[in-house]
């Protein structure tokens, strides 16, 4: 996400599709990798914004992507993604009601795309129409695939 030449690679693909291409800021942690400073993340949304891409931040509200977070990166993203999955069996369908709610109602007042995901079961299908997200994503819906673009890319040098 923080580096440069990604973010040209990415204007590379946006151009040859007929849709909008959106980067997702998700939270990964591996072992022996170096921590991204906060105003690195910054640089590179504020970078994706600038070349004309969206940036989706995934999971607020949960793990590492906390108010504090979202704050920083607001002005430069273009979606807020809620991850029913993150709180399943953590926290009672009322919390999980209130969570979604703020994060619903932040996204709203900030013109922000809102996408709720990790629908796994008809039972949390009901959640759309109590929360009205913009988008909805999960298992329920049809697992993830490779778009056939993908092949025609070479990693940058």
């Not at 973010?7 to 599709?17: D, E, F, G, P, S």
């Not at 105003?39 to 994706?48: E, M, N, R, T, Y």
């Not at 009672?92 to 629908?119: C, N, Q, Y």
């Amino acid at each position: 996400f923080v580096d440069p030449a990604y973010t040209t690679l990415l204007v590379a693909v946006q151009a040859q599709l007929d849709y909008a291409l959106v980067i997702e800021l998700t939270e990964r942690r591996g072992k022996g990798r170096q921590v991204i400073e906060l105003s690195d993340l910054v640089a590179a949304a504020k970078q994706f914004q600038a070349a004309g891409l969206r940036v989706c931040l995934d999971d607020v509200g949960t793990g590492e992507n906390q108010t504090a977070l979202v704050d920083a990166l607001d002005p430069f993203v273009s979606e807020h993604k809620y991850a029913l999955q993150n709180v399943r069996g953590k926290l009672s369908l009322p919390e999980v009601a209130a969570e979604v709610t703020l994060w619903r109602e932040r996204a709203a007042r900030l013109h922000k795309r809102f996408a709720l995901e990790g629908f796994e079961d008809p039972e949390d299908v009901r959640l759309i129409q109590a929360f009205s997200p913009d988008l909805v994503q999960g298992y329920y819906f049809g697992r993830p695939h490779t778009l056939p673009i993908a092949a025609d890319f070479k990693p940058i040098k």
